[in-house]
């Protein structure tokens, strides 16, 4: 399995732009997981899905953020109009959830995509 | 003004050495635990994982110890290499609802001195 894919890898974006951000999950898996981490807040949780649907958005920021997941191997984080503040690490993770699983609650993470607003 | 950020434990030790990061956790009803590893300019990879009926659980190099009375985890790595450099995550799973939304530690920082 080639793992949870994410791109880009990199983006450099200026301020009011919008930024569009995607993760393809490992297939098979349930969930699917968009994380945060900058130095100041380390790592944190921004939403997640089981089977497609949005199960916890609490940690989404403010309204400029959003996430969709339309089938079970595509999802994407938009950020619109872009800020500075915005700039960080974003991961996407994906896990099994499957209780006959024995690692259901492991969380694989892809390799992240640096964002950079200027 | 200056920024603050997170100041991450740092353990640094001797290549050959033997390695030991703590964890305290927050939830006594977190029912699995997991150590993840992540290296400059990676994401976290997971490294082993225990359930809250076990106290200890051995992998390659790598032993994780579970003391759920004072709700602490350790991570033991045997006689250290310079790819274990990384920051080390402990992260809880809460039991029943919400179980698959891991809480992760803050991360110790591991520096290996050649």
């Known amino acids: 399995d080639a793992g949870v894919i994410q791109s880009p890898r990199h983006e450099v974006t200026e301020m009011g732009q919008e930024v569009t951000l995607r993760c393809k999950p490992i297939?098979?898996?349930?969930?699917l997981f968009w994380y945060r981490q900058t130095m100041m807040r380390g790592l944190e949780l921004l939403i997640y899905?089981?089977?497609?649907?949005?199960?916890?958005d609490s940690g989404m920021p403010e309204d400029r953020f959003s996430a969709k997941m339309p089938n079970a191997s595509f999802s994407t984080l938009k950020i619109q109009p872009s800020e500075p503040r915005d700039s960080a690490v974003y991961f996407c993770?994906?896990?099994?959830?499957?209780?006959?699983?024995?690692?259901?609650?492991?969380?694989?993470f892809g390799p992240g995509t640096r964002l950079t607003v200027l | 003004g200056e920024s603050v950020g997170l100041h991450l434990p740092t353990l640094s030790v001797q290549e050959g050495d033997n390695s030991i990061i703590n964890c305290a956790y927050s939830?006594?009803?977190?029912?699995?635990f997991i150590w993840y590893k992540q290296e400059s300019g990676k994401g976290p990879q997971f490294i082993i994982d225990?359930?809250?009926?076990?106290d200890k659980r051995q992998g390659q190099r790598v032993t994780v110890l579970l003391n759920k009375t004072v709700k602490h985890l350790s991570l033991q790595i045997a006689a250290t290499q310079p790819g274990d450099s990384a920051v080390y995550f402990c992260?809880?799973?809460?039991?029943?609802?919400?179980?698959?939304?891991?809480?992760f530690g803050q991360g110790t920082r591991l520096t290996i001195n050649p």
């Open positions: 939830n006594s009803a977190s029912d699995y």
């Open positions: 297939s098979g898996h349930d969930y």
């Open positions: 225990i359930r809250s009926n076990m």
């Open positions: 899905f089981n089977n497609n649907v949005p199960i916890d």
């Open positions: 993770a994906s896990s099994f959830g499957k209780t006959s699983e024995s690692r259901q609650f492991t969380q694989y």
């Open positions: 992260a809880e799973a809460p039991r029943g609802q919400g179980a698959q939304k891991l809480v």
